[in-house]
């Protein structure tokens, strides 16, 4: 007979329940089979650390006195969306800033909040009888504001696309930075670790799921948009308290060239229901694969140039037309781990329960493109200005602000930066011939040129 939630839960409350991690359900699955791993286990916690540009937090800003009914409003010259009730703004993640452009965002306020930072508060508004002030600036916290909801319209992709570059030019791009002639490749999504991947039927994940996000419980609240289950690009819409959040898994990041986006730690529990719950946990990188797009042609479906499993890309290189190719993650697979090993122990010290959701996700969607009906000119962005070189300053990496993603290991051709079995980042300037090409790459600004890199201190 299966499991249930509600039985699982007993078990937890108890603090009797047998939870692992997605990496060590897939060892499990493999040396004692699905039926018997159902029987031992009970929960398996997922984990993903990556940069979801479709994040955001709804704040509650209170009652100024006299009142004002905010039209415009700005968070150390970002501006929020406003559309709604009188004091409360939408913050989008990739929202750039009015002065500093995209350097400075949405993202990095969110960070700054959550580090306990103060921001500027700028509001303007057209004056009504019930609503009389016409602007307000103040300087607030977190603690300041009556809510701060994150709500996240489309994150956790189950997979997501890799990256590279046929053109003859560098290519800065939301998926990093792309050398030329398929000089390397990146990828975002943890693999096996993946939430969505340990159940791409939805039989355990919906409406009402508890989550980890952002280092606190969080909720799922739907699908999220361009969901797309049948081509396993599923994705979830979330929701959770900002003020209970962590800085550890909320990074602002910047993407030269791109802009400003959010790295965020998502992890989802996956209750084992039953054998075929515990086969879907058991899923290994090798039984993973997605596509490496051609991002040197600018078209909205891009050609395909290979089809790799998520243990090649791991591998740190790839073969694309007989050729050797270094592959990097934008995902931070070290941080993947640490959702899910939080997860984990919240589980099993009994302090965090599984939700029975109300409403399984939809195993049907769509994430077509955009119905142009009238003909209308192409509107290309203009190209980003070349990337200057490291031009015998030096290169400096700081420890403290690297979030291990990794994305730096395809860009350098002598290996000057490594990854430890745990994938946590280290770098040797032995071999360093300073040629720039990591110099612009780093989401976090972790390598910088030596003269720019503050002293310790």
Request: with cysteine; glycine share 10%; aromatic share 6%.
């Amino acid at each position: 007979m299966g499991k249930t939630i509600r039985s699982i839960n007993r078990k937890i409350g108890r603090r009797r329940a047998v939870v692992v991690t997605a990496d060590e359900m897939t060892r499990i699955v493999r040396e004692i089979g699905p039926e018997r791993a159902a029987e031992q286990v009970d929960v398996v916690t997922t984990g993903t650390f990556g940069a979801m540009c479709s994040s955001g937090v709804w704040f509650n800003f209170g009652h100024a006195d006299p009142p004002i009914k905010m039209s415009r409003v700005y968070l150390n010259d970002v501006e929020a969306y406003t559309g709604v009730a009188a004091v409360d703004a939408y913050l989008g993640a990739t929202q750039p800033s009015e002065h500093r452009g995209i350097e400075y965002g949405g993202a990095h306020v969110i960070e700054d909040l959550v580090s306990g930072k103060s921001v500027v508060l700028r509001a303007a508004a057209c004056g009504t009888d019930c609503y009389p002030r016409r602007e307000v600036t103040v300087e607030i916290t977190l603690d300041d504001v009556n809510q701060a909801i994150m709500s996240n319209p489309r994150n956790g992709y189950q997979r997501y696309n890799a990256a590279a570059n046929s053109s003859d030019r560098i290519l800065h791009t939301y998926m990093g930075k792309l050398l030329p002639r398929l000089g390397n490749v990146t990828f975002s999504g943890a693999g096996a670790l993946s939430p969505l991947m340990n159940d791409p039927e939805f039989r355990t994940i919906g409406i009402g799921t508890r989550i980890f996000l952002g280092g606190a419980p969080g909720y799922i609240v739907g699908n999220g948009t361009q969901h797309n289950p049948a081509d396993r690009f599923a994705t979830l819409m979330v929701q959770g308290d900002l003020k209970r959040m962590s800085r550890a898994f909320l990074r602002a990041a910047v993407f030269p060239g791109y802009g400003c986006t959010l790295y965020v730690g998502l992890g989802v529990p996956i209750p084992v229901l039953d054998a075929a719950v515990a086969a879907s946990t058991g899923i290994g990188d090798e039984e993973i694969t997605t596509s490496i797009l051609d991002y040197g042609v600018a078209a909205r479906v891009r050609p395909r140039l290979a089809t790799v499993s998520y243990a090649r890309l791991k591998s740190g290189s790839v073969e694309i037309e007989g050729r050797r190719v270094p592959a990097s993650p934008l995902s931070s697979f070290a941080a993947a781990r640490r959702v899910a090993e939080i997860l984990k122990y919240w589980i099993e010290e009994g302090v965090f329960f599984l939700a029975e959701p109300v409403e399984r996700l939809p195993l049907r969607g769509s994430a077509a493109g955009m119905a142009e009906r009238a003909p209308r000119a192409d509107r290309a962005p203009a190209a980003a200005a070349p990337a200057a070189a490291a031009a015998q300053r030096g290169i400096a990496r700081r420890d403290q602000d690297c979030i291990h993603c990794g994305l730096c290991l395809s860009l350098c051709p002598h290996g000057v930066y490594r990854r430890s079995e745990q994938w946590c980042i280290s770098a040797d300037y032995e071999g360093c011939t300073e040629c720039g090409n990591c110099l612009d790459a780093c989401p976090v600004g972790a390598i910088r040129p030596a003269a720019d890199a503050p002293t310790a201190g």
